[in-house]
């Protein structure tokens, strides 16, 4: 499994028990080395040693449990096999010096050895993807106001990608903390494949203030590391990094919000604004501004705008902004525009052009929020114009779409302008690249449940949260720290460039499926690859299901060549269905010193991993090769030709094949009985991409995407 944990079958945490497959193995004997290497994944033996098969030995990690407390955590690494020297004497091997399975910490304790180690665990890779700024009652969570994140970390195990999250919930005197250890495919309406969250439940927030600010945060807890390896949300400011989120306790709000609705056939002069619908839809406004204006003028004094709904109902499209630009007062909850609920998605349209709602200006909104907030909901929307949905001078404004069918009607411009954008929920059409791709006004923040049919050009995403969606023709222009691309279908990947290209420190591309359909060859995932400039550490690659055809999709992962030296390290590869993976080190430059590469080329933190090909140039995993990896890690199975398939035996696949021949894309990975990549593998996540449960036992998981 993920780490090399528990890969003789069983794996004890503490005083919490068994975890990892089910069954009993006999207790690994004490190390055979005598003394671990300052880059952890190296030791050396007091003697020439004979390695025919891994050696398992014990180790003794702090970590945490599911209460998130600290504990000592009883592992199983291994010895796995000699080291070759360098370039140019790469044919023989050192005299005592022998790789392991995964990384020992300075914090580890291995019986009969020195450990000299000076590596820590990482942070685990976590981000937000449910909506903020709403009004809540006297609770929170659950299905009535989801706060869901995803999480992962170097050291998942067991169907449990960290050891525990905990929620901490404060209106600045009184916190409630919630501790949540079990993850679980979401229940949110848009997602295109099952989402696994870590979600808060229903929780009861009466003893917090009234009318005032709530922040949400989290603390993630890794299974193994100490104190400095959990990742904090309040260590950062809000941001698209994993930050704090914020709502508004009103109980009043929450149970009666302020309705405006909007109807072209509506009158501004007698619209009437009511927390009862029948009220406020028998008169209604006859534009946005008209509303707007109106809720301004009533709550200005009290709660602003905050919560306050405008619905937009039948009979014609309605602008989003029209007339004289206002600023409203706002302080800390989003302003919603929504479709009226009596009425069909297919009834009711919202265009947005110019000018724009003008939010959260004038000083009003509450510290530390700095950023107006607009919901647009269960509606259609089309762009009517090349303007960019804008924030005040001093104020950004966060537009979130939520569950909306948009239509960006081939505007070649940008959505932002000192604005930033979220999706939870969303069917794209008549896009653009200026509207997927970054801005350097604003940025797409989340990316989840989208589903686009891309037929034309390719579209480079901002893809920093990228989750549940399933998208056709896609690449990735965004390569930052924290970014995820997790629970996807990224259909039609041509040669332009690949969905997930990583260097830096923490970043997670988990069970997606990446299809290349190209006659061309080029990658289309990449960790530190050709000529970059940059190593990368803490990258977390699991469980994907990559289609191709021999060079064509392959995976470029842990390269040092180029003109500038680099190091990857910490970079996990788990249960992953490869085209071809390659890497380069000093076999390929003839330079005995590019070494960075070293702890993947020695297989560190790779398990159960399926290669459909070999390496580009041919070369097949080995001592002194100079294109693929010197040992292949745990239980690997990899291809043997560059031209005829280790068929991991795809339902349906339509990637590129032989010829090499151009796929028509949108291909069915599922695996066929009989897959040499089912009951091949440990687990590491609970469910697979179609939210099906992955067998916990020894063994029993399927490689990639799905069971």
Known sequence: MLGCLG?????????MGVLGAAGAAPEPAPAPISAIGADGFQADYASTPSIPSPVPFAVSRQGYDAS?????????????????????????????????????????????????????SPKPVANWVSPDRLVVGNSIGGSAYPVELVAFHYYMR???????????????????????????????????????VYALPTTDISTLTNNAMVTVNAEVYPHVGAAASVLKGADVSRSREFSPRYFLKNTTLEAAPPL????????NSTGVISTTAATAKASPYLTMTGALDALQAAYSATTGVDGCRIRIMAGGDIALGSGAAVAKTQKVAALIVERDPDIAMADARLTA???????????????????????????????????????????????????????????????????????????????????????????????RGVFLNNTGAVRNLEGYLLVGSTIRRTGSTDNNNGRIIAFNKLWGVENTGGPFGATGDGQACVQNVIEYVSATANTQTAISPDNSSAGASNILFANNTLAGFNDHGRSNHCYDEGATPRTTK??????????????????????????????????VGCTDNFT????????????????????????????????????????????????????????????????????????????????????????????????
Not at 78 to 96: D, E, G, I, K
Not at 174 to 196: K, L
Not at 581 to 594: E, H, P, S
């Open 570 to 603: 910490f970079c996990r590869n788990h249960g992953n269905i490869f085209v071809q993976l390659n890497t380069k080190g000093d076999v390929f430059v003839m330079d005995g010193t590019r070494l960075g590469n070293l702890a993947f080329e020695y297989g």
């Open 260 to 267: 405006a609705y909007v109807s072209p056939t509506g009158n």
């Open 353 to 447: 052009g110019a000018p724009r709602p003008r939010l959260g200006s004038g000083g009003t909104l509450t510290a530390p929020i700095t950023t107006g907030c607009l919901i647009i909901r269960n509606l259609r929307v089309q762009r009517t114009a090349t303007s960019a949905w804008t924030g005040e001078a001093g104020t950004r404004l966060e537009i979130f779409l939520d569950n909306v069918e948009f239509d960006n009607n081939a505007q070649a411009s940008t959505m932002f302008s000192n604005s930033d954008g979220y999706i939870y929920g969303m069917t794209l059409t008549g896009e653009t690249a200026q509207f997927v791709g970054p801005s350097g006004n604003g940025q797409w923040r989340v990316w």
């Open 68 to 120: 998130a407390s600290p504990v000592t955590v009883s592992d199983t690494l291994y010895v796995t096999t000699r080291v070759r020297q360098p370039y140019p004497n790469q044919a023989s091997l050192t005299p005592l010096t022998v790789a392991l399975s995964d990384y020992l910490l300075s914090t580890d304790t291995v019986s009969g050895a020195a450990n000299n180690s000076a590596e820590a």
């Open 7 to 15: 890969d003789v079958g069983a794996l004890t945490l503490g005083t």
């Open 612 to 707: 459909q090909f070999k390496a580009a140039n041919g070369d097949l995993v080995g001592q002194g090769a100079s294109f693929a990896q010197q040992y292949a890690g745990l239980n690997p199975n990899y291809g043997t030709s560059n031209s005829i398939r280790n068929d991991p035996l795809f339902t349906a696949p339509a990637s590129t094949t032989s010829g090499p021949t151009g796929g028509a894309g949108g291909g069915t990975y599922t695996l066929q009985s009989g897959s040499p990549c089912k009951a091949a593998a440990d687990a590491v996540l609970p469910f697979d991409l179609a939210g099906t449960a992955r067998p916990q036992s020894s063994r029993a998981d399927s490689r990639g995407a799905y069971v």
């Open 158 to 196: 067991a169907g449990k990608q960290v050891a525990a999250v905990k929620f901490v919930i404060t209106d600045g005197t009184t916190t409630i903390n919630v501790v949540v250890s079990t993850p679980t495919v979401s229940g949110r309406a848009g997602d295109q494949n099952a989402v696994i």
